[in-house]
């Protein structure tokens, strides 16, 4: 079931719960006479009973009404050390589902899971039939997170007519199919299998492009650092000569990850770069060469003909490289994302994507929108500013953590 659905209904039943309990409280109240109140006298200050009668008082009535302070020596249930607060029965922290710990997925995306969540919880479970409202906010919420105004069509479009087949019937069986639908729509373009990026007698070569700002040589440093750990040799090309201190940069992340970075600071042609960096990868054996790119808007057509220019180099320094294009794109623009990776990949034949900064944004739907419109695969997602926040990209996994949805 979807966690906010589950969150709803046992905020609903406890509140049943509660209004049961104070309403038995209130009839125990009215029925029962009033009587003396004797449960509150310790057993140090309790007053002996009366001795009017020469009648023995029953025993009960001297038993104490609290147990002894002092356990028995079988009794371990009482004992708490001297430095730790005894928990009441019902005390403590809940337990906290796998996909909500730290650094998790699920925790990860939770802006743009409650931009689409928040409040369903409440429109669902309030309603037994499908009506148009509930599908009117639900693209509302749809396109609110970014998935974009086709796309959201599509998904509404779909939904609607599984409505009217009667193959859903109702609102948690269609936020179900819901699920469903999204998934397909990632698995359609990615591959049944992650890249190998191991190629015989030569360095795979991955060239790595995207605009400025959008995360793109610290993207490259997290690659390094992943395929590093994996046992590969790794080679870098700071071909990014346009920007300050973009080779600076990138020699950073070589140093940090012990990997070997050519190009320096004051070369001025990325194309020769790159050109020098197939060469020394294939002459020392390199498994992954990867090609950092100048940062450039899709509206510079100057910058995006380089590209085109650098990519052909490469080709004849490797005849069979670039093996990969990717473009890292920042999640947090929005539909501005789908712009770029529509110009770039008119600009270059790209093989795929990384998505950037979707830990802080509620965009994280245009993943949705790319994926239909371009059939581009997402090969890795940024979630965290950490190494490890660089992940291949699952995409059930996901739309998972995405709409709230938790193991029954």
């Known amino acids: 079931m979807f966690g906010f659905l589950k969150r709803k209904k046992r905020k609903n039943e406890a509140a049943e719960v509660h209004d049961e309990v104070d309403q ?28 009017e009668s020469n009648d023995e008082q029953p025993a009960a009535t001297a038993v104490p009404a609290e147990p002894s302070a002092t356990p028995s020596a079988n009794d371990s249930s009482g004992r708490q050390e001297s430095d730790t607060r005894a928990s009441p029965p019902n005390e403590g922290p809940a337990e906290t589902p796998k996909q909500e710990q730290s650094g998790s997925l699920f925790n990860r995306l939770a802006k743009t899971r409650s931009g689409l969540t928040e409040g369903l919880g409440d429109l669902f479970l309030g309603k037994k039939q499908i009506d148009d409202d509930l599908i009117e906010e639900l693209e509302t919420r749809l396109i609110m997170a970014d998935v974009g105004q086709a796309t959201t069509a599509a ?47 030569r360095p795979h070569v991955m060239v790595v492009c995207g605009i400025n700002g959008g995360g793109k040589t610290t993207s490259i440093g997290k690659l390094a650092h992943r395929f590093k750990a994996e046992g590969r040799d790794v080679t870098l090309a700071a071909a990014d000569t346009f920007r300050a201190a ?9 140093e940090r990850n012990n990997v070997r970075v050519i190009g320096e600071p004051g070369r001025g042609d990325p194309a020769s770069v790159a050109f020098d960096a197939v060469s020394s990868a294939k002459a020392r ?5 990867i090609v950092d790119t100048a940062g450039r808007l899709h509206t510079q057509s100057g910058l995006m003909d380089e ?43 790209l093989t795929g994507l990384i998505v950037t900064k979707l830990d802080g944004t509620a965009k994280g739907g245009i993943v949705f929108a790319i994926a239909d419109e371009l059939g581009l695969p997402i090969h890795f997602i940024g979630v965290g500013e950490k190494a490890e926040d660089l992940r291949s990209f699952e995409p059930r996994a996901f739309v998972d953590a995405l709409l709230d949805r938790q193991p029954d």
């Open 155 to 201: 998904l509404i479009d779909e939904l609607t007519a599984e409505v009217s087949r009667k193959r859903v019937n109702d609102p948690e069986h269609l936020f179900e199919t819901l699920y469903r639908l999204m998934v397909e729509r990632l698995e359609a373009v990615q591959p049944a299998e992650p890249p190998a990026r191991r190629q015989s007698g």
């Open 307 to 349: 590209l085109g220019k650098l990519i052909r180099v490469i080709s004849k320094a490797e005849p069979e490289a670039p093996d990969e294009v990717l473009l890292v794109i920042d999640a947090s623009i929005g539909q501005n994302a789908l712009v770029q990776a529509r110009q770039f990949n008119q600009a270059v034949t």
């Open 246 to 254: 973009a080779v600076e940069q990138l020699i950073s992340w070589g």
């Open 24 to 51: 038995n409280t209130a009839e125990t109240t009215q029925a029962t006479p009033e009587t003396p109140d004797t449960t509150e006298w310790s057993t140090e200050t309790r007053p002996p009973a009366p001795s």
């Open 285 to 289: 054996n390199s498994d992954l060469l």
